[in-house]
C-alpha cells in the first residue's frame, strides 16, 4: 500500500476543487524532515525550486546535533559515540565528487532488502538512483575522511528521519537526499 503525504493530498484536492487559483496561497513546502519521511515519488513531484530550498536547509541543519530525541540529518558512530556527522558547507554539491586521490571501494549491492533503482531519472540530472547514491557517497566519505577496511557498504534507506547516516563501514542514504541535492544548482 502506498502511503500518501496529507499535505499533498490536501493540495491535490484542493486543486481539484478550485480551491487554489489566482490570489489563493498554496501550502507551506514541507519541512527537510517531512520530505525525508516521504515516499520518493512525493519528494521526486516537488518543484525544482522547492527542491532547492530543501537541499540549503539540509545543508545549513546538517552539523546539528540531536535534540529533544531528535535525531541528526546526518547521524554517524564513532568510537562507539553516535554523534552528528561534521557540518557540510553551504553551497555544497553532492553529486560533485572531490577528487581525493585515493580508489574507494562501494558495494551498493549490499544485505539490505532495498536495491538502488537504475532507471535514469530527469530529476537526477540523468543519473539513476544507483548512480547518483554512489556519487554522494563517495562525496560524504571525502568530506567526512571516512576510511573503512574494506569496502564501504551502501544502503537504500527510505523512510528514515535522516538523510544519511554512517556506523562501522555502512553508509545508509535516505534517497530522498539523492533529490534534493540534484535539484537545479542555479536554484541554490
Do not use: H
Request: proline share 9%.
Amino acid at each position: 500500500m502506498v502511503r500518501r503525504s496529507p499535505l499533498l493530498l490536501v493540495l491535490a484536492l484542493a486543486a481539484g476543487c478550485g480551491e487554489i487559483g489566482p490570489g489563493m496561497t498554496a501550502p507551506a513546502a514541507p519541512t527537510v524532515r517531512e520530505a525525508l519521511l516521504e515516499p520518493v515519488e512525493q519528494v521526486e513531484s516537488l518543484s525544482p525550486a522547492i527542491r532547492a530550498e530543501l537541499y540549503r536547509a539540509l545543508l545549513r541543519d546538517s552539523g546539528g546535533e540531536a535534540q529533544d530525541g531528535v535525531l541528526a540529518l546526518f547521524p554517524m558512530v564513532q568510537n562507539g559515540t553516535l554523534r552528528a556527522a561534521p557540518q557540510l558547507e553551504g553551497r555544497l554539491d553532492l553529486l560533485e565528487v572531490p577528487d581525493g586521490g585515493e580508489p574507494l571501494l562501494l558495494n551498493l549491492d549490499g544485505l539490505s532488502a532495498e536495491r538502488w533503482p537504475t532507471d535514469r531519472s530527469d530529476s537526477l540530472q540523468g543519473l539513476s538512483e544507483r548512480e547518483a547514491a554512489e556519487l554522494v557517497a563517495r562525496s560524504l566519505a571525502a568530506r567526512w575522511s571516512l576510511r573503512p577496511k574494506s569496502a564501504l557498504r551502501v544502503e537504500r534507506a527510505s523512510g528514515v528521519p535522516y538523510a544519511a547516516a554512517y556506523a562501522d563501514g555502512l553508509l545508509r542514504i535516505n534517497p530522498n537526499l539523492l533529490y534534493l541535492a540534484a535539484a537545479p544548482p542555479e536554484g541554490r
